[in-house]
């Protein structure tokens, strides 16, 4: 039974607030532990956990209550100058807003949270009677349970989804199964200093303060490290600025759709004139600026900043490192960085596991930077920027780095690679073999690394927002790993590709140039056609071939593509331009080998190629 029915929606606001406000207060807190006698952060913490355990009274939340009072005892010693910080003091208060979200998560759930575990509970009370205070409970950083690699596939079921989107003859097709869609943690939320409306994405989805299917845990914290159930947020905070420039221009299309209705009528009536052909014009030309500026308005109210979801990390940094016995201080930039809210919560889990690998493999514990001459503390750098239409993302630390032959030493003992080819490898492309599955550098599997699950599932995660990830690393000196993803996954631009009477779009970003294929210029190695260009040999790969169907007459025009550091030419039949698509998802059909769907300018059905996926798939001879 739900124990607050007919409180949902004040519930929901409670939870929304409160959760921004517990993520402000895990950030002032690590910044408390550099600055203890900030009293400045000291009153912000109290009146954060104070506001908290008021919202919680109201909702008759007990056990809840109890905790932020007991908290704010301390802190209103704290600032009064009565006790001091330390990092035992520090790690209890830490433990209680990890519980403190546990507790929210019951709420969500519909359900009065239990109490507090009596060791958490013991070590604040201890704090607060100024007596030695033991561990709270096992710090365990954010687990990186939720990355997981793809099922297998075999390939696109081109014969079903032609049939059933564009209506197309049968054609070859091999037996597919969906991928499995990694799982998120959705990102905490930071208060707005603007005004702000919330927005539901999903208004045919259920409640999302509905109880979920399993039994809450109300009466204990989760286990060490195991992960919090989360879900996808299906709301976002919008700037009304944002949403009032979408009004706007949907009140500028209402009247440009007002003055093409009258221009039709005239036209239907007889006038045929130059001017009234010109008004014609006119009025087609502000729609189309209109359109596009609507698009584009729509687009940025998707937009969030990155630091919704950076701000979560240094405490993630914080605990591992005490775990771990080193000391670390993660420092942010480029918070304001705007990338499509959907990507950010994609983002959640790659970015987790590359902070626990830069704090567990790339920095040294104090012993060894102290003989290395650096200072004791590491620093680990998260930085976002925007670079034209991309977001590049950079995780850097000050570290050990890593050395190209001890890498590929490793994966040659692992059996991932041959000695010949390890041979031919230079030191670049021995840093890229980290992201091979079942690669690890550790000898013994820990709690926190070893086991060679990860860095594989990072790139393959990455590559599904359409982003590529880079490495860069100097022995002695640390590792820098750059991502870059476009601005949005929503809007794509496209080049439109023909075979026969069917149009394809293939990610206009992987596209360098159209040529001319000359049957006289092929050569065939091994049985399969290359093209010189340039003084450069490139592979000859039929679309037709890619995807199971069979090849038309010899085409003599081409795509120069460049996919993941590889270049070949993509033979086609023709070309219908190019465009900016706005991206369909096929959420309950999605062979592999396909984006997504979008619709031609008269009114056809055009498949988005995932170009990576089918050359992974492609027929042996293609």
Excluded at 33 to 42: A, H, I, K, V
Excluded at 259 to 284: C, M, P, Y
Excluded at 409 to 415: D, F, L, Q, R, V
């Amino acid at each position: 039974m739900n124990d607050f029915a007919g409180m949902e929606e004040l519930l929901q606001d409670f939870l929304q607030e409160s959760s921004e406000m517990l993520s402000d207060v895990d950030s002032k807190l690590l910044s408390l532990e550099q600055s203890p006698n900030d009293s400045g952060l000291l009153n912000d913490i109290f009146r954060g956990f104070h506001t908290i355990k008021g919202g919680a009274g109201f909702l008759n939340a007990a056990e809840l209550v109890s905790l932020c009072h007991l908290t704010e005892n301390i802190f209103d010693r704290l600032r009064n100058g009565q006790m001091q910080v330390n990092a035992e003091i520090m790690d209890a208060i830490l433990a209680a807003t990890s519980e403190i979200r546990h507790m929210f998560s019951a709420l969500n759930q519909g359900v009065q949270p239990g109490s507090a575990p009596s060791n958490l509970t013991a070590a604040l009370q201890a704090a607060l009677d100024g007596q030695p205070v033991a561990q709270a409970k096992p710090l365990s950083p954010a687990s990186v349970s939720g990355l997981s690699s793809d099922r297998p596939t075999t390939g696109p079921d081109w014969n079903a989804l032609f049939q059933a989107l564009t209506g197309a003859p049968n054609t070859p097709a091999a037996e597919t199964s969906a991928p499995t869609p990694p799982a998120v943690e959705s990102a905490h939320t930071l208060p707005d200093s603007h005004a702000a409306v919330e927005i539901d994405e999903s208004r045919l989805k259920a409640s999302a303060f509905g109880r979920r299917a399993s039994d809450v845990p109300g009466n204990s914290a989760p286990p060490a490290g195991r992960r919090e159930e989360t879900t996808k947020e299906n709301t976002i905070r919008v700037d009304t600025d944002r949403l009032d420039q979408v009004l706007n221009l949907s009140g500028e299309i209402g009247l440009t759709k007002n003055r093409l209705t009258q221009l039709r009528s005239d036209i239907l009536l007889g006038a045929a004139d130059a001017n009234t052909l010109r008004a014609l014009d006119e009025a087609v030309n502000q729609l189309d600026m209109l359109v596009v500026n609507l698009q584009n308005s729509v687009m940025k109210t998707r937009m969030q900043p990155i630091g919704r979801l950076f701000k979560k990390f240094p405490r993630l940094a914080r605990d591992l490192a005490r775990q771990l016995g080193k000391e670390v201080e993660l420092v942010l930039s480029g918070e304001e960085t705007e990338i499509d809210k959907t990507m950010i919560e994609d983002l959640n889990d790659p970015l987790v596991h590359l902070i626990r690998n830069a704090v567990d493999h790339g920095v040294e514990d104090p012993a060894q930077r102290s003989a290395a001459g650096k200072p004791l503390r590491s620093t680990v750098q998260l930085q976002a920027r925007q670079i034209g239409d991309h977001i590049t993302i950079t995780i850097a630390d000050d570290g050990k780095g890593m050395s190209p032959e001890v890498i590929r030493s490793k994966a040659i003992e692992k059996g991932l690679i041959s000695p010949e080819v390890a041979s031919s490898l230079d030191d670049g492309q021995c840093l890229e073999l980290i992201f091979l599955p079942g690669f690890s550098t550790k000898d013994q599997i820990s709690s926190v690394s070893g086991r060679g699950v990860g860095m594989d599932v990072v790139k393959t995660n990455i590559k599904k927002l359409n982003g590529t990830v880079s490495i860069h690393s100097e022995p002695g000196k640390g590792t820098e790993l750059t991502i870059s993803l476009p601005l949005t996954l929503a809007i794509l631009p496209v080049l439109l590709v023909r075979l026969g009477d069917q149009s394809f779009a293939v990610p206009l970003s992987m596209v360098r140039e159209i040529i001319s294929v000359q049957q006289e210029n092929l050569q065939h190695v091994g049985g399969k056609a290359n093209i010189v260009l340039r003084g450069e040999v490139l592979p000859l790969v039929s679309l037709a071939h890619m995807i199971g169907w069979e090849d038309s007459e010899a085409s003599e025009v081409g795509v120069l593509m460049h996919v993941d550091n590889h270049s070949f030419i993509l033979s086609v039949d023709g070309f219908d331009g190019h465009d900016d698509v706005v991206i369909k998802s096929m959420d309950t059909f999605r062979p592999k080998g396909v984006a997504g769907v979008t619709m031609s300018s008269d009114g056809e059905i055009v498949l988005i190629l995932d170009i990576k996926e089918l050359l992974g798939i492609a027929p042996a001879n293609s």
